[in-house]
């Protein structure tokens, strides 16, 4: 079973901020969590990952509860292209497991 | 940039045919996924591989069997294809062992089967 939990779906307006939320009250104080996104007809694709201080890269940024129970996703402009199903997952030794993400939906 | 590959892009099979599935990435690394995506399910975990000859069982292994005979290569068998396996099989690689989780997966752009 899926280990995280995501809304279905979100919708943004081009160039707004965009957060996503993941639930993951499960994870050990171990485990990594990782965001990937799925562009249509693609394999998704790494965006970011961290485990307990805020993160930032030249796709995203990831805010990390202090509980580590949560986290969300941070996209700073939203563009056209970002839209894309979004997963949020964590790493516990080689075992990724996916939930079925949440889809973003950018409009103009 | 890694690359990770899957021998077709599209594949139409026959109910009861033997299917395999190829995978093979180029960047040495030592673990390989197998999963499969339907809509509304998202992605669901066949099999992963931490090492050659080294295989676990995912969240839906039944009907699936793997092969792990070279470190670049992860084949995902169906001994008999049947028509609910028909769906979008996606592959990944990472260069990651137990307590280095940093590195991230990277996937091929997937194989859709189609069983009739």
């Known amino acids: 079973d899926a280990k995280t939990t995501q809304p279905n779906s979100m919708e943004s307006n081009e160039e707004e901020p965009v957060h996503l939320p993941c639930n993951h009250s499960t994870i050990s104080g171990t485990d990594y969590i990782h965001w990937y996104r799925q562009l249509p007809s693609q394999g998704p694709e790494y965006v970011i990952h961290g485990l307990t201080s805020n993160v930032n890269n030249r796709m995203a940024s990831l805010a990390i509860a202090e509980d580590r129970k949560s986290s969300t996703l941070i996209l700073h402009r939203a563009t056209l292209r970002d839209a894309a199903v979004y997963y949020c997952?964590?790493?516990?030794?080689?075992?990724?497991?996916f939930g079925a993400g949440t889809r973003l939906t950018v409009k103009p | 940039d890694v690359k990770v590959t899957q021998s077709s892009r599209y594949l139409v099979k026959r109910t009861g045919e033997k299917v395999f599935l190829e995978c093979v990435q180029d960047m040495d690394h030592e673990n390989m996924f197998w999963y499969r995506q339907d809509p509304g399910l998202g992605l669901r975990l066949i099999y992963f591989?931490?090492?050659?000859?080294?295989?676990e069982k995912g969240d839906i292994p039944e009907g699936y069997s793997v092969s792990r005979e070279k470190k670049e290569r992860f084949s995902l068998i169906l001994e008999s294809a049947s028509t609910n396996q028909t769906s979008m099989y996606l592959c990944a690689s990472s260069l990651l062992r137990q307590g280095n989780p940093n590195s991230p997966l990277h996937f091929g752009n997937g194989t859709r089967l189609t069983v009739t």
């Open positions: 997952i964590f790493y516990h030794n080689n075992d990724m497991r």
């Open positions: 591989s931490y090492d050659v000859k080294m295989k």
